[in-house]
């Protein structure tokens, strides 16, 4: 036992291996968000929907994000007034963690929508959704 969580902690601790698995997360989380949405909250009929949503959506993320690079990298003299010297992986990190907030941030509104748990003070989330 000690072995496979001394060979799991070695796995984790190539920043690449994370950066992968960040991406694989939030595909995962933006493809339960998106069927969620769909099939009001039920469950996958098939493992096999599961994964191949579960796939689509991660190519999505990474795609999504190599766009949101590709803007930001091209306007950003244009907006801020000066280059950058630099754009990688920490940009590429934060495009993605911003993805897997928003995914999140949906799903805990719709889920509250959904519920029936809200009041006038939220309407502002009835509009948006």
């Not at 999505?60 to 950003?76: K, N, S, W």
């Not at 889920?111 to 502002?124: H, P, Q």
């Amino acid at each position: 036992m000690m072995g496979s969580a001394s060979r799991l902690k070695q796995f984790w601790k190539n920043t690449k291996t994370r950066e992968y698995g960040l991406i694989i997360f939030t595909g995962l989380v933006v493809a339960w968000v998106r069927h969620g949405l769909h099939y009001h909250w039920k469950a996958w009929a098939t493992w096999e929907g599961f994964f191949v949503d579960w796939f689509i959506h991660t190519m999505g993320v990474g795609l999504l994000a190599l766009v949101a690079i590709a803007a930001i990298i091209f306007t950003h003299k244009f907006f801020l007034g000066y280059e950058s010297k630099e754009y990688g992986r920490e940009l590429f990190f934060y495009i993605v963690m911003t993805i897997l907030i928003g995914a999140l941030g949906i799903a805990v509104i719709s889920m509250r929508l959904v519920s029936g748990n809200y009041d006038e003070s939220c309407a502002f989330v009835s509009l948006v959704t």
